[in-house]
T-cell receptor, first 114, second 111 residues
Framework: EAGVAQSPRYKIIEKRQSVAFWCNPISGHATLYWYQQILGQGPKLLIQFQNNGVVDDSQLPKDRFSAERLKGVDSTLKIQPAKLEDSAVYLC????????????FGPGTRLTVT | KNEVEQSPQNLTAQEGEFITINCSYSVGISALHWLQQHPGGGIVSLFMLSSGKKKHGRLIATINIQEKHSSLHITASHPRDSAVYICAALSLSGSARQLTFGSGTQLTVLP
């Protein structure tokens, strides 16, 4: 079974530029999560999708972050414009459904904003 | 105060030592995860448990629901065990089940 795929693995941009990350969850997983992990901290949930609907985006900085999962499969997370404090690893995870606790994580995208 | 706290933050051990990482949580949970994160960033789920004890190879995870405490043990540690170990509490929040993460324990096992 293929795992959660993410791209790119690394990205370096200057502040005020835009960036987009892509995630392909495990086939058949209805729930998809985006997390932000700042160095030395645990991951923080940014947004949770159930199929193509948003379940929770309460911690997403909506003035600069956006995410979509239009067909209920792949998802993209965008930052526009980026700030220095956005430097982090962005992790995507998926699970069979929202009530099922086991989440499977992708390798993450390490973003550096200079 | 973080809802999930881990100790220690950093741990250095010699190969072969028995290792314990602790996790305390203040939220009501339905399950607790132990995760392993290697330097590349990817996270692997080691255990999900809601009671008692689970064992996989040299790894053992225990949880005490009454005390809101869990431990991850590694027997006969090896340098390849070097990683960040994260505990995460699975709580029910509205219609969503969310993971609340600890800040992780950086384990270094020296040969």
């Amino acid at each position: 079974e293929a795992g959660v795929a993410q791209s790119p693995r690394y990205k370096i941009i200057e502040k005020r530029q835009s960036v987009a990350f892509w995630c392909n969850p495990i086939s058949g997983h209805a729930t998809l999560y985006w997390y932000q992990q700042i160095l030395g901290q645990g991951p923080k949930l940014l947004i949770q999708f159930q199929n193509n609907g948003v379940v929770d985006d309460s911690q997403l900085p909506k003035d600069r972050f956006s995410a979509e999962r239009l067909k209920g499969v792949d998802s993209t997370l965008k930052i526009q414009p980026a700030k220095l404090e956005d430097s982090a690893v962005y992790l995507c995870a998926s699970s069979l459904w929202t009530g099922q606790g086991e989440q499977y994580f992708g390798p993450g995208t390490r973003l550096t904003v200079t | 105060k973080n809802e999930v706290e881990q100790s220690p933050q950093n741990l250095t051990a010699q190969e072969g030592e028995f290792i314990t990482i602790n996790c305390s949580y203040s939220v009501g949970i339905s399950a607790l995860h132990w995760l392993q994160q290697h330097p590349g960033g990817g996270i692997v789920s080691l255990f999900m448990l809601s009671s008692g004890k689970k064992k996989h190879g040299r790894l053992i995870a225990t949880i005490n629901i009454q005390e809101k405490h869990s431990s991850l043990h590694i027997t006969a540690s090896h340098p390849r065990d070097s990683a960040v170990y994260i505990c995460a509490a699975l709580s029910l929040s509205g219609s969503a089940r969310q993971l609340t993460f600890g800040s992780g324990t950086q384990l270094t096992v020296l040969p």
